[in-house]
């Protein structure tokens, strides 16, 4: 996606998140729900106006590291080589977190909404995006797996961000099903920490193994 274009639906991810966050303001009780735990109960609260303004300054520093990073990423290690992917899983993030965020102010404002649903799914898909890009990611220190054995070796990172892929599609899919089938309600936690560390592991025996080629 063209940079031009990524601001456009940024600005209005932004404006959409503002605009609920004023919209449903008068309906806000005091203290507004910001946490919740694995059976969506809320667990932590926060005064109205911080519990109505966290979602769009969320969205909005998003959108800001968007156009950011791009420019201060170091000489060899630039964005611009897959800036069309860059710009999409960015989008893609911030769409996520927009639901997540409108959906939340919407169950502090008294809708039925099932937020313990809503959330994992949203998050399985996002993990299922990333995993369809992820091989497409080329070394950079901003987005991607980054350990300092991928950005030590362009054969390590290309390795390494084959198999996320693979984890990343799969244990999205897995969130999503379990999500919709109403079971397991901790898999989400087990499922973002393994896909945290099955890579970050594999990295570093793929770093050892080319190093004793030598």
Do not use: C
Not at 10 to 15: G, K, L, M, N, Y
Not at 151 to 170: K, M, Q
């Amino acid at each position: 996606m063209k940079p031009v274009r990524t601001l456009i639906v940024s600005a209005a991810f932004v404006a959409i998140a503002v605009g609920v966050a004023i919209w449903l303001y008068p309906r806000l009780p005091a203290q507004v729900p910001v946490h919740w735990d694995m059976s969506g109960q809320a667990n932590r609260y926060a005064p109205r106006f911080w519990g109505a303004a966290m979602w769009p300054l969320l969205i909005f520093g998003l959108a800001v590291l968007t156009v950011a990073l791009p420019a201060i990423s170091p000489r060899r290690f630039e964005i611009k080589s897959f800036a069309g992917i860059y710009g999409a899983l960015m989008l893609v993030i911030q769409g996520v977190m927009l639901v997540i965020g409108m959906t939340a102010l919407l169950v502090g404002a008294g809708f039925a909404l099932p937020l313990s649903t809503i959330v994992p799914l949203a998050v399985g898909v996002l993990l299922m995006v990333l995993g369809n890009y992820m091989g497409k990611l080329r070394k950079n220190f901003f987005i991607g797996i980054r350990t300092p054995w991928t950005l030590a070796s362009d054969t390590v990172w290309e390795r390494t961000h084959r198999l996320a892929g693979w984890v990343f599609v799969l244990a999205g899919a897995a969130m999503a099903i379990t999500t919709l089938a109403h079971v397991m309600p901790g898999w989400g936690l087990v499922v973002i920490v393994a896909v945290l560390l099955i890579p970050y592991v594999y990295s570093f025996f793929v770093y050892r193994a080319l190093e004793g080629r030598h």
